[in-house]
């Protein structure tokens, strides 16, 4: 007979149920989003701030060095929603009534060993799950390093390298692949995160029950997440593309857009929150 542990892996967790949505919601997510940055503009936007510091510190090591540079922006844009974690913590803040402040942002930050057990759902399994994201962004770029190494007919070593010889290649057969390759890798990354952070924020649950509930969330709204998957993708392009400083309001916008998306998708009140986690010390 198997033993407990190995029955266990097979067996489903309990989830939390999820909402279906209107396929137009995402853009509500975006407006709420902005509401919640008018009430704390400051510190929103030093969230896009500090992710542009960082990728400007990437650029500046890696800018000859392609796919060094490359494998450190994916693995940075693929953590972004565990940077992300105090925009959760305002916009739950903000939903309740209470005080979105400097405050918050220390306790969120500063207050995760107090649940690191991950038996009990501990806060940590949203370390664990940036990890796990970081992984499978290093993953990504190896796999397009490699298909771009085999398929190009010259060396590809730098980003003038990749745009002449990749993407503005005459048959553009090389870039249409890379591509495809991209979307098919990123689709089940974005599956599994579409509610995961804000969940383990908010609730006390695994990093297993997290994702599979992001899994659920998108197969019960495949038109709304798609369109949602896209206005990420869009946003996040515009704010790479204006040499990172786009990022200093993109990187908040879709932060607590992210909140109420989960708030909406997702009903976890059968799970126990995580208040006494980063609640204020007596």
Partial sequence: MPSCQSAC??????????HTIAWSQPLVWLSKAFSDIKQAPLLSLMH????????????????????????ALSGFLVV??????????MSRAIERGEAANRSLIRRTWTQWQSGR????????????????????????????????????????????????????AKDGQLFMQWLALGSFLAAPIFASSIVAMPLMLDRR????????????????NSGPMALWAALIVLLTLLGLGSYLLGLLF???????????????????????????????AA
């Avoid at 892996?9 to 999820?18: E, G, H, I, K, S």
């Avoid at 896009?48 to 494998?71: C, D, E, P, Q, T």
């Avoid at 972004?80 to 913590?89: F, H, K, N, Q, R």
């Fill in 9 to 18: 892996l097979f067996t489903t967790p309990p989830l939390a149920p999820v």
């Fill in 48 to 71: 896009g701030l500090f992710l542009i510091l960082i990728g400007f510190a990437i650029l500046s090591v890696g800018h000859n060095r392609f796919w060094l540079m490359a494998g």
């Fill in 80 to 89: 972004g929603p565990l940077v992300a974690t105090s925009l959760y913590a």
């Fill in 117 to 168: 057990f991950s038996a009990q759902g501990g806060y940590w399994c949203m370390v664990r799950f940036g990890a796990l994201l970081a992984l499978a962004a290093t993953g990504w770029v190896l796999i397009s390093a490699s298909l771009i190494t085999v398929m190009s007919p010259v060396p590809v070593a730098t980003l003038q390298d990749f745009i002449a010889h990749v993407v503005l």
């Fill in 205 to 220: 649950v695994t990093v297993r029950q997290a994702v599979l509930t992001s899994w659920s969330v998108v197969l019960a």
């Fill in 250 to 280: 993109v990187m908040p916008l879709l932060g607590h857009a992210s909140w109420h998306a989960y708030r909406d998708l997702v009903d976890a009140s059968a799970f126990a929150a995580r208040d006494d986690v980063i609640a204020p």
